[in-house]
């Protein structure tokens, strides 16, 4: 049976193809915008839609079994009410717990009857491309809290989780909470960073309100409740949680390789 990946063109969605492919999968269909731009391997299927137009998900639902949920909220309850009539047996969606923003996906995916796992995710390593232009242009970071310490997730380890969770028995009703493998401050992200481009980054501290004013252009009205975060977590750092090495069988990525990894977008 079908396997559905929805938002494979998105940084997640396309890991997740990948490792379904190397877990020897044969029956993989992406839901793309842009199949051109998703450049999918050969083999795979492709499907032209988008979960926030519920109204193209039809033909790339018919004859899937399981199906990896992209988390986007505002037509969740209208797609997993598509998937269950077309015979969804098995969703895995990236989404959050409760206090999240993204919990309703998880809310909607279990009243749903369908079989479900959930992974609940933390920042993203990729975040930290938000420190590029200042790293390119002056070398420094500036942000409000040196010691916010958390466990920072690479993206192929949470596509990596997704795909295992799809081709393998024993996960469905279990909500993994997902981490990297190493609890970091700021202070250690930035030292990562300077470490992968062989020179000196400075951490240089800045005001709750400066730092809000910093990233309101990119993030909006989120960028008060992110910086709330990075004070939350020098208060209360974040635990890891080895549940990507458990559900897996191979090691989280740490944060050094992923900075070696990408640090052209850091040159």
Not at 77 to 106: C, N, T, Y
Not at 181 to 205: K, M, N, S, Y
């Amino acid at each position: 049976m079908t396997i559905l990946v929805t938002g494979a063109t998105g940084n997640v969605g396309r890991l997740v193809v990948d490792e379904l492919l190397v877990a020897g999968e044969t029956d993989v269909r992406a839901l793309t915008t842009n199949p051109a731009k998703a450049a999918l391997p050969a083999g795979v299927q492709v499907a032209r839609g988008y979960l926030g137009r519920p109204e193209t998900m039809p033909a790339a639902l018919a004859g899937v079994d399981r199906m990896y949920l992209a988390p986007l909220t505002q037509t969740v309850r209208e797609v997993v009410a598509m998937a269950v009539d077309a015979g969804v047996r098995h969703i895995v969606d990236l989404a959050g717990p409760a206090g999240s923003w993204w919990h309703e996906i998880e809310q909607v995916v279990e009243a749903s009857g369908v079989a479900w796992t959930h992974l609940d995710v933390g920042e993203f390593m990729t975040n930290t491309f938000m420190w590029a232009g200042q790293i390119r242009t002056t070398g420094t970071v500036r942000e409000p809290y040196p010691d916010a310490a958390n466990a920072p997730i690479a993206l192929e380890d949470i596509a990596a989780v997704a795909a295992t969770a799809l081709v393998e028995d024993g996960h469905q009703g279990r909500a993994y909470d997902l981490t990297g493998p190493q609890t970091l401050t700021r202070v250690e992200l930035v030292r990562e960073l300077g470490a992968a481009l062989g020179r000196d980054v400075e951490f240089v501290r800045v005001s709750h309100a400066e730092a809000v004013e910093q990233l309101a252009p990119a993030m909006g009205e989120v960028a008060g409740w992110y910086v709330d975060g990075l004070a939350a977590l020098a208060e209360h750092p974040q635990a890891v949680v080895p549940t990507v090495e458990k559900v897996t069988g191979r090691p989280g990525t740490t944060f050094a390789t992923w900075a070696r990894a990408n640090v052209a977008a850091f040159s």
